[in-house]
């Protein structure tokens, strides 16, 4: 492992490199949340259970690491603590080159796209905003749920706001594809009344 972490860059090692270079605490906060988004995606779509335990263990110095410490490791927090190229640390190198190998590149381009979110929709309306599906996904809907329970929409509060992937124009609404999955239902995509939110960079 040790000669792949010198041959191959991580794309997560790009990112705890990167994330340094960046003094705006909000874009700071878009690349916590993308570590969240990908920490959550290794752990519920990759058949291998095993993947985070053992970057845990390896970014703690490894297998043989006379750290005991057992505590679970969360990749947002983890940057800060990347010593890169400013120390010797062959256990936080052999981590990031065993993510590299354990993650497929859709994931790791999912992933990049959310590092590199550059705009935001915040709620503005007091009385908060529903985030709506598309209509032609509602008789599917229905037919699962006859009796809704908010299934065709997700109420969101004044102020709340989240990192965008896209978002476009769609006559009184935006289509919003958001960096992140929300309501019970887990989605991304969603209409919502231009008069509700407002949309701004990072």
């Known amino acids: 492992m040790a000669n792949q972490s010198a041959t191959t860059i991580s794309f997560l090692k790009e990112a705890f490199t990167s994330f ?5 605490l909000q874009k700071q906060d878009v690349q916590r949340q993308a570590l969240k988004w990908l ?13 985070i335990p053992q970057f845990n263990q390896m970014w703690r110095g490894g297998a043989h690491s006379s750290n005991a410490d057992s505590s679970p490791l969360y990749l947002e927090n ?4 990347y010593k890169g190229n400013k120390t010797v640390s062959n256990h936080q190198e052999d981590a990031l080159a065993f993510i590299q190998e354990k993650v497929p590149q859709e994931l790791q381009d999912e992933f990049k796209k959310r590092w590199e979110a550059k705009a935001k929709v915040e709620v503005s309306n007091a009385e908060g905003a529903l985030f ?3 209509e032609r996904e509602t008789t599917v809907l229905q037919a699962e749920d006859p009796e809704g329970n908010g299934t065709a929409w997700f109420k969101v509060e004044n102020n709340q706001t989240y990192y965008l992937l896209s978002s476009e124009e769609k006559g009184d609404y935006y289509y919003v594809v958001l960096c992140a999955e929300i309501s019970p239902q887990n989605r ?9 939110v407002k949309i701004s960079n990072v």
């Not at 991304?188 to 008069?195: D, F, R, T």
Request: hydrophobic share 35%.
């Open 78 to 81: 983890l940057p800060g603590s």
């Open 188 to 196: 991304n995509a969603w209409y919502v009344a231009q008069s509700d």
């Open 132 to 134: 709506k599906i598309d």
């Open 20 to 24: 340094a270079t960046y003094s705006n």
């Open 39 to 51: 920490q959550l995606h290794i752990e519920t779509d990759l058949a291998d259970t095993t993947i």
